[in-house]
């Protein structure tokens, strides 16, 4: 049984992750706009259908994999919503931001996120966030244009 656990962290915004926060915004909600159009919310289903039509976006493979996942994801939410007769929030996201469980590594104090043609960029953790990392293994990560 693995442990969740969240540790969140300010950082200063980057002209190169808010480039690349922007394009995966922008590919989630296509995501999103092709899901709704054929009545699509798994994730299976979606990738053998669409996949190639994410490559107009100029993103690592990687990246693309989890933007449908979001979408998906949250399909999948506003399908429950409506079965259960709840209030459905509009799917689609409106502020930048990135996803990844791939190809992300944590350097002592710097997380390298890849943003392509072998090209990281690296974010300084403070001194709490790598306290609590000492011991675990991170298996993903959210950035958001202020934390981290």
Request: with cysteine; proline share 3%; aromatic share 10%.
């Amino acid at each position: 049984m693995n442990a969740v656990k969240s540790i969140k962290q300010d950082y200063y915004p980057n002209q190169e992750l808010d480039i690349i926060m922007c394009t995966f915004r922008e590919m989630v909600n296509h995501c999103i706009r092709l899901g709704l159009e054929n009545n699509i919310s798994t994730l299976m289903k979606f990738s053998k259908l669409f996949y190639h039509e994410l490559d107009c976006y100029q993103i690592k493979s990687y990246y693309k994999l989890t933007a449908m996942s979001q979408a998906c994801g949250r399909l999948s939410q506003m399908k429950t919503d409506i079965k259960k007769g709840r209030k459905v929030k509009s799917p689609f996201i409106s502020k930048p931001f990135l996803v990844s469980c791939y190809g992300f590594k944590i350097n002592g104090i710097l997380l390298s996120i890849p943003i392509g043609n072998r090209r990281f960029v690296n974010l300084l953790l403070n001194e709490h966030t790598v306290s609590k990392l000492k011991d675990v293994e991170p298996r993903s990560f959210t950035i958001t244009r202020n934390s981290l």
